[in-house]
């Protein structure tokens, strides 16, 4: 008896041992998939829940429920609880692309603040790089080889394979922001079609560039509104020899649909517009320019319907038309967004030119609205510019230029500036009005819709909705010097009369309903 029972035992205490080892086990392989998601490791192992094709997935096989992740293991609580209010992205395939000398500067902000929440991305270059463990595509690499040879676009390209230590380095004495302009725009139709090669399966691929900042609520609440089966490519919308584009830095939309007709049982297709490209300025224009050959689908401008409508301005006896488009897609950020009327209670999708600083600040800004379903031109102008508003601000461009008062006969003026300019039906304020900061400033304060003005080299310049601006050097020449204005009291009384936004409805720009 004495026996069997020190047998059971050792038997009790050997299945303790087992259980123990064999749950320790099973937490570490959750804990490394896990951390594989949060480090980009995934992409090292086998991927069995998804299509197979490899690249940046945030969740993998790993779906969202009720805008929580599921699947995931306590130790990644921290990630679940900053991206549980964040919308379902699954359906979208973000496209980033960016330039080898610029990766390590653009790409880390993005990754750890708006991108940490988001399904699925690819980040495509003009080199292949490893950043964190996530991986970055040559997108150049598939162009023809006798188009890469002897062609001065591709000696960045060429340089940066033989570079033996850190880009940076490679580069200085180099004229890589040129260089770098010169080989972008072969990108835009290789990385699209390898795009759809790594992932055929989505609903939509929005193509932005890595100083992008898209707003994830924003759009996917547009979303709701189009159907990804039929052929969609929209964008803000630019001209090229009077060609219409998407703006590649504010960023374009394409459909399952259109990417399907241009790239489904296709080979080669990239290739087809190398030799075109080299005689072109723009990648985004050639993306536009061949997917309307290989399909006829033109580029729809992201544009609301009621921001069509003419706004008339009546300055004394003249009379101004002036179209605003200001599209939910846009290529500006919330220091040079011009608030108005038109654009207050839009909702914005993307933001352009934004600087690692202002993506954290933009992230952080979202997270503390807790990922709201919308984010309105307004709510940017209360928590970005609100506290930057001062009188006066020297050294400073705050981009008035709606109407500019000038003396032709003074010296020589850039062509934009003279179609600018008002210099008939004066008034006699209008007339000083480019003597002196103080003059310009009293025409602004004469003119019932001027919120700002600037005055530099001899010109004065009003506009008609109110932005920040930038800094400027300040130069030896005084005469030259940038001074900028706000007549504050006029913009707070405008922003009081313009109520609740949520009270009043708007039509999204694209539909199809």
């Known amino acids: 008896m004495a026996s069997a029972r020190l047998f059971t035992r050792k038997t009790v205490v050997l299945l303790l041992l087992v259980c123990a080892f064999t749950s320790a086990l099973m ?18 192992l086998p991927d069995l829940g998804n ?9 993998g096989d790993k779906a969202h429920a009720g805008g929580q992740r599921v699947g995931q293991d306590p130790q990644s609580s921290k990630l679940d609880d900053e ?25 880390p902000t993005q ?13 495509f270059s003009d080199m292949a790089q490893k950043i964190a463990g996530y991986t970055i595509h040559d997108s150049l690499d598939t162009v023809l080889d006798e188009v890469k040879e002897k062609n001065k676009d591709f000696d960045l ?18 004229e890589v922001a040129s260089q770098g302009w010169n080989l972008d725009k072969y990108k835009n139709i290789h990385m699209a079609e390898k795009a759809y090669m790594l992932r055929p399966n989505h609903d939509w691929y929005l193509f ?18 189009m159907d990804a089966s039929k052929p969609h490519y929209i964008g803000s919308v630019a001209y090229l020899s009077g060609f219409p584009f998407g703006h590649g830095g504010s960023g374009y939309l394409v459909s399952k649909a259109a990417m399907s007709s241009m790239f489904d049982g296709k080979t080669g297709v990239a290739n087809r517009y190398d030799e075109q490209i080299q005689h072109t300025c723009c990648g985004d224009y050639m993306w536009s320019k061949a997917l309307k050959d290989e399909t006829g689908i033109p580029v729809v401008n992201a544009v609301s319907i009621s921001r069509m409508a003419a706004k008339l301005t009546c300055a004394l006896q003249s009379l101004t038309v002036r179209v605003l488009q200001w599209p939910v897609i846009n290529g500006e950020k919330p220091q040079t967004i011009p608030y108005a009327a038109n654009e207050w209670c839009q909702p914005i999708v993307t933001m352009h030119h934004v600087g690692a600083e202002e993506i954290s600040d933009l992230y952080a800004f979202e997270k503390k609205r807790k990922f709201k379903k919308m984010l309105r031109i307004k709510d940017l102008y209360h928590n970005f510019m609100s506290q930057q508003l001062v009188d006066v601000r020297p050294d400073w461009d705050n981009l008035s230029d709606d109407v500019n008062y000038l003396n032709k006969t003074s010296g020589h003026f850039e062509e934009w500036e003279l179609g600018n300019a008002k210099t008939e039906y004066l ?29 530099r080299n001899g010109i004065c310049g009003v506009s008609y909705n ?16 940038y001074m900028s204005g706000w007549n504050i009291e006029r913009i707070k009384n405008w922003i009081d009369e313009q109520g609740d936004c949520d009270k009043q409805t708007f039509k999204w720009p694209v539909t199809d309903e």
């Open 51 to 59: 299509d197979g094709a490899s690249g940046n997935d945030r969740t």
């Open 111 to 123: 990754l750890i603040t708006n991108l940490k929440c988001v399904s699925y991305f690819l980040f």
């Open 466 to 481: 109110f932005k920040n601006g930038n800094p400027v050097k300040k130069g030896d020449d005084d005469s030259k010097r």
């Open 27 to 44: 937490l570490t392989a959750r804990q490394f998939g896990s951390y594989g998601d949060i480090y980009g490791l995934r992409e090292k």
């Open 208 to 225: 932005v560039d890595a100083d992008t900042y898209v707003v994830f609520p924003t759009l996917m609440e547009w979303l709701k509104q």
């Open 427 to 455: 008034s006699d304020v209008e007339a000083e009005a480019h003597k002196s900061f103080d003059d310009c400033k009293k025409v602004c304060s004469s003119l019932a819709t001027c919120f700002q003005f600037r005055y």
């Open 157 to 174: 390209y060429h340089r940066q394979k033989k570079c033996p230590i850190d880009q940076e380095q490679c580069n200085k004495g180099q």
């Open 83 to 107: 991206c549980a209010l964040f919308p379902n992205t699954s359906s979208v395939l973000l496209v980033m692309k960016t330039g080898a000398s610029e990766s390590y500067s653009k790409l």
